[in-house]
DNA sequence: GAATTTATTTGCTAAAAGCATGTAAGTTAG
DNA sequence: CTAACTTACATGCTTTTAGCAAATAAATTC
């Protein structure tokens, strides 16, 4: 596993499998096309008629990736049925913008939901937890293999919940660890300053940011009172896997947002020399670093940091 | 997006837009069988001969949901091509038990490799992070629509290390917030709970059990000590994910194993009336229920129940 | 205005896969 | 123990699916 070349090939086999076991099972999953009046093909090109305005046949052929040929003989089939129609362009003479007619978009209505009612069917009978973690994996999918559809936003911003607190604290935990060799006790830190938040929670004067993606949180950012002038930033982490969508920045500024309209004056915040992209940011939101001093705790040596802005 | 039918419907077009999707996408990255030695369904059905045990034909074409006839043309192809070898069966002489012969075997590996090289040449050029993402998502569909495939590997019992009192915290809260409506105070205090078995952590003494499965904290048990004479077992808790493999019990009995050997002499829990498959495993492990009170907190009321057994 | 390119159509063909039927081996009712 | 039925696989025939290559017609380039 930690040879590099064998552990791609492990996840091609892993990639492939999950393909042929998604398309076995979505073959089951699928109305049978067997002896329909449609074959999966027809179906999928009348989809792209139906959802794409007036295309014409290369484009489908080569959106589809079937052949031209192929493309035209079930168009000419369609059109036979009175299921399409084929418009003249106005300025091309050779193309041909096709269009459903009101008896193709009613015929293809039923086909088309009785397929989305199966599945629906199926959606049912799953946990309401594990459907939305299957679209939110499925949308993870997509979004990874296809840059051209960056369905919806990378990540979510949202107030916490049940759950988060102790994500954040093992997320600090992990990666304070992993990175900078930090021990336990960093972990037992953290986990202090979290229930102090809830227990001494606040809204007017507090507040937390939870960055989710993929069903996960992968950063977070919290504002507590340093004193009834002064807010203070804390825990601002965002998860390696999730850097350089701009949380880090996006959490921040949020953080900002809130202490100057809960009528804060000034923010201050407590980090050290070695967390230097985190550093990066308080810099580029307008903190300066106004004191220093050494510090030996959670196992490492480090200069302890104080930075501060006026709202 | 309120309305539960709506929503289904909705779930049920992007679980088909997902799966058209992805099966264009896959037939786009498989290597060309066009003109190639086997078809696709040609490459499935070695696939499936070389991974099960002697397979019959009718075995096949009913796994494969390939028509009878047309898996017995294809086979007699293999045949012919000396790829697989029939042998009759011992108790019934219509059935023949299929396998590859060695001159398959040798011929089957590079097509298999070589889709696979494919596969891994176009994870090699995804961001890290976007590969293992992909992957994660990918096991997490196939976790829930195929429940029967619930990965080889069943749990891995630990020590704890940094990121596990986050990830227990976070399931305490998430797990008692779902099933039974504790608010984020009862999230809290585990934090802190947490936070005092590490930082007064003694190995002697104490003692914290991790359950791990396809890389996450399904499960933990605590053990500190409540007297010189007594050990308590604390933060016991299994991810319903991960129920049904006894791993609570065994949880529970590795921790009455660490209580004796430390010295201890008796044991004490502290649950309540709620958690009826926590009250079962203690039962089953001999704890005896010796003490009720009434409980108000986390906003629900319920009893605190104190259990005790001798080691 | 001839040559070339592009969008679509059509003739031909091959592969893929199903249906119906056949055959041999096994099972069951009388 | 046989006749009737069932099961597992094989084969003949056919349909469906889909590609290649050449044809046609409009558009563009030289």
């Not at 001494?200 to 919290?222: K, L, T, Y």
């Amino acid at each position: 596993m930690s040879d590099p070349a064998s552990e791609l090939a492990s996840d091609a086999a892993a990639f492939r499998q999950f393909s042929r076991f998604y398309t076995s099972y979505i073959g089951a999953l699928e109305p049978d096309h067997q002896g329909s009046a449609v074959s999966l093909t027809e179906m999928r090109l009348l989809y792209e008629i139906a959802h794409r305005d007036g295309p014409t046949a290369g484009e489908l052929s080569a959106a589809m990736q079937v052949d031209p040929g192929y493309v035209s003989r079930l168009l000419k089939g369609f059109r036979d049925r009175g299921w399409i129609e084929a418009a003249p362009d106005a300025a091309d003479g050779r193309v041909r913008r096709l269009s459903l007619t009101e008896h193709g978009r009613a015929s293809f209505a039923p086909m088309y939901d009785r397929a989305n009612a199966v599945a629906a069917e199926f959606l049912a009978g799953l946990a309401p937890g594990d459907r939305s973690r299957l679209l939110t994996a499925m949308a993870t999918i997509r979004g990874i293999l296809d840059p051209s559809e960056p369905s919806a936003a990378p990540y979510l911003l949202r107030p916490h919940r049940p759950g988060d607190m102790g994500a954040v604290i093992a997320a600090h935990g992990r990666l304070y660890a992993d990175e900078y060799g930090f021990d336990l006790s960093f972990e037992a830190l953290v986990a202090r300053i979290a229930a102090d938040f809830i227990d001494g929670f606040d809204p007017a004067r507090h507040c937390c940011w939870i960055a989710e993606r993929d069903g996960g949180v992968v950063g977070s950012v919290f504002v507590v009172d340093a004193d009834e002038t002064t807010a203070k930033l804390r825990m601002l982490f965002v998860d390696e896997r999730a850097r350089g969508l701009g949380i880090g920045k996006r959490l921040t500024e949020e953080a900002i947002r809130f202490a100057r309209s809960a009528g804060y004056r000034r923010m201050t915040l407590w980090t050290n020399d070695i967390l230097i992209a985190a550093r990066e940011i308080y810099r580029k939101a307008g903190f300066d670093h106004v004191a220093s001093e050494p510090l030996n705790a959670f196992g490492v040596s480090m200069v302890a940091e104080t930075w501060e802005r006026d709202l």
